[in-house]
């Protein structure tokens, strides 16, 4: 009903302004605001407000110290906490000392508003309550007990809701389903979809300190009777592990969709007698918010590993885009892609670059007279070599066929090239170990350098090509620098043999 003041505690003072301005007042609610907890103390002390939206981090006095203070001081003025910097610790203390909704920034304008009227109808019923005869007193302790439950159970089913690692979620259900019904023991059973095998998947005994996952098959015929029909029971449960006394179970269903998708069961010892219905509703609510939690876990389960999936799909058809197939080097794309980087640091460091172009010496004798796949193996062998041999800033790329590419970058001097090329040819020489076979070959090296021999990352590749079949001519087993022809006379065709 309009006219209802409420009192908005936060450090924010845009906070304060957004809730006074935009939400409560164009309802008709009348408002107190404070910045601070000592302020807001003072305000529900001296004014008595129906409701307070109280944040919890705040200069002076925290959300929690104003509840404790408020609660020594005989006041029960309705409290919803919104929060920044909230946890499921900070909640339940939070309910214990008497708090209606717990809510982390940022909120929902809705939940926060139906939050807002949920509050102002229970202070309305105390209010009622207080002036009522002594004769109404017992049904208006029942309906603050019920209201109390539903707190319990609201903040509860929240802190449920947010966990989606399915085995952290069926351990917090376990531990609550014991704090709502003061059970010694609690466990909580899952029927697998496919083969409608049943299994315990969470258990907390009397002396746990903390419910801990599970995955064993059962057979409990008071967990199958839940299964089969759909509803709660209660019935003896042998006897406890840790007293040696009767345990009484209850149990109720986790219902999806009208169908029961596991159990969730409560023991104690039957000394304690029946469990009341407070705690059979409390349960049975708590199974109801479960179930649903459950499906959202497995959800979220069966989403991230179709995200891995694609992820590695991702990855391969990246891989296959940018490396060859035999060798895992770098193909022709990616490393263009790559000179055209070292390219452009080298104009601005004024560095040198050189592209090197490799074709193995006669490799075609090999694939004729000892298969491919000896050749194949013999090409990633090259291939790993060349990779050791370099610096992890260079690039060994596979051209196709027996012709490797390579990219050395950050050169100062243009004798680095050639001492790298004399390693690499001295490196070829060495036999290589295939299927038992030692097997020697040579290759030929033509080499172009970034500026003298071109300016872009095309001449250069061009301009590499050249001078290795410059040094094909020569004899193979050698390396040539590329000879401009305007400084050298013309080579000789291109028709030359490459094998």
């Known amino acids: 009903m309009a006219g209802e003041r409420i009192l908005i505690v936060d450090d924010d003072a845009g906070n304060v302004e957004f ?27 001296a004014e008595d407000p129906d409701l307070i939206l109280l944040d919890v981090q705040m200069p002076k006095m925290d959300g929690i110290e104003v509840l404790e203070a408020l609660r020594s001081s005989g006041r029960q003025i309705p409290t919803i ?3 920044a910097h909230g946890s499921e610790h900070v909640a339940m203390q939070a309910f214990r000392l008497g708090a209606r909704d717990y809510f982390p ?4 304008v809705a939940e926060i508003l139906e939050a807002v009227d949920k509050s102002l109808i229970e ?3 105390r209010r009622e309550k207080e002036e009522l005869a002594k004769r109404i007193e017992l049904v208006n302790h029942q309906l603050e007990q019920r209201v109390r439950e539903l707190g319990i159970l609201y903040s509860i089913s929240k802190a449920v809701a947010s966990v989606l690692d399915l085995d952290q979620l069926l351990t917090r259900v376990v531990e609550a389903s014991r704090y709502v019904t003061g059970a010694e023991e609690a466990s909580l059973f899952l029927r697998d979809e496919e083969t409608g095998d049943v299994h315990l998947r969470a258990m907390q005994g009397a002396e746990d300190p903390r419910a801990r996952p599970v995955s064993r098959k059962v057979e409990d015929e008071v967990v199958n009777k839940v299964l089969a029909s759909g509803r709660a029971t209660v019935g003896s449960s042998g006897l406890s592990e840790a007293t040696g006394q009767g345990l009484l179970r209850l149990a109720v269903p986790l219902m999806l969709r009208e169908r ?16 009341a219905d407070s705690e059979r509703y409390l349960l049975s609510a708590l199974a109801d918010h479960a179930a649903i939690a459950i499906e959202n876990a497995r959800l979220y389960e069966a989403t991230q590993r179709e995200l891995t999936q694609r992820r590695h799909a991702e990855e391969v058809i990246k891989q296959l885009a940018y490396h060859d197939t ?23 460091h004024q560095d040198q670059v050189a592209v090197m172009m490799l074709d193995l010496d006669h490799f075609k004798k090999v694939n004729d007279t000892l298969g491919h796949s000896v050749g194949d193996q013999l090409l990633q062998a090259v291939g790993q070599r060349l990779v050791a041999l370099l610096r992890e800033s260079d690039t060994v790329c596979r051209m196709g066929g027996d012709e490797f590419l390579l990219l050395l970058s950050e050169m100062e001097k243009t004798e680095c090239a050639d001492r790298a090329a004399e390693r690499i040819l001295e490196m070829i020489r060495e036999p290589f170990v295939i299927e038992g076979r030692h097997l020697r070959i040579t290759t030929s090296i033509g080499s172009a350098l970034y500026p003298d021999d071109g300016k872009d990352g095309d001449a250069l590749i061009k301009n590499a090509d050249i001078a290795m079949y410059a040094a094909k001519q020569t004899g193979r087993d050698n390396h040539q620098r590329f000879v401009s022809p305007h400084d050298a006379k013309p080579s000789s065709t291109r028709g030359t043999d490459r094998r």
């Open 260 to 275: 029961a998708i596991g159990a969730l069961c409560a023991e104690r010892t039957e000394a304690r007698g029946q469990f």
């Open 123 to 125: 202070a309305r019923l």
């Open 19 to 45: 809730l006074r301005d935009s939400l409560l007042n164009p309802r008709g609610y009348s408002t107190l605001c404070a910045t601070d907890g000592a302020e807001a103390l003072r305000l529900a002390l």
């Open 81 to 83: 906490l919104i929060t």
């Open 105 to 108: 920034k940022p909120y929902k």
């Open 326 to 348: 035999l060798t895992g080097l770098p193909n022709r794309t990616l490393f263009t892609d790559r000179l055209g980087v070292a390219l452009a640091q080298a104009r601005r």
